[in-house]
């Protein structure tokens, strides 16, 4: 097993979350872990496992079929960013509404610190208010007519 930032990265979004393994959180995540910017009510960072696994598994029941593909990644030190595409189905109850069945297809990125092969921090980035459009919990807003923006004047 490769612990490169890039190999870690990769083989976390592989058997975290398309594979589905919650033991794979437990190997990849360090007992300390913060993880910025994730949904949650108060806004604060998850910190560990034990954070982290509620959130997890209330996504995954919601989209059972998720599959999370790495368009790229790019490695500095222990550091490696991430950009990916996230799709499936809303299948489940996961997010406290009842499943649309509807299709999810959204992007994001993500920036994990990754230290002896485990993640000790990571920060998301992820598009979630289109998610959320996708399954209806916030409206679609369509493009904004040209003609009520205005530039301002170029001195």
């Not at 109850?93 to 610190?113: N, Y």
Request: proline share 8%; aromatic share 10%.
């Amino acid at each position: 097993m490769s612990t490169t930032p890039d190999a870690v990265a990769r083989d976390w979004f592989t058997k975290v979350w398309n594979e589905g393994s919650e033991a794979a959180i437990d190997q990849y995540l360090a007992a300390d872990a913060r993880m910025h910017g994730l949904p949650t009510p108060d806004g604060k960072p998850l910190v560990g496992p034990g954070d982290f696994k509620p959130f997890w598994r209330r996504f995954r029941s919601a989209f059972p079929d998720i599959r999370i593909s790495i368009a790229r990644t790019v490695t500095e030190g222990e550091y490696v960013a991430v950009h990916c595409r996230v799709s499936g189905r809303h299948l489940g109850h996961g997010l406290d509404i009842a499943p649309t069945q509807k299709p999810i297809d959204f992007w994001g990125m993500g920036i994990a610190h990754i230290r002896n092969g485990r993640i000790v921090e990571g920060w998301n980035s992820f598009d979630f208010m289109s998610l959320y459009q996708q399954i209806g919990l916030l409206p679609a807003v369509g493009p904004v007519e040209s003609s009520t923006v205005r530039s301002p004047p170029i001195a």
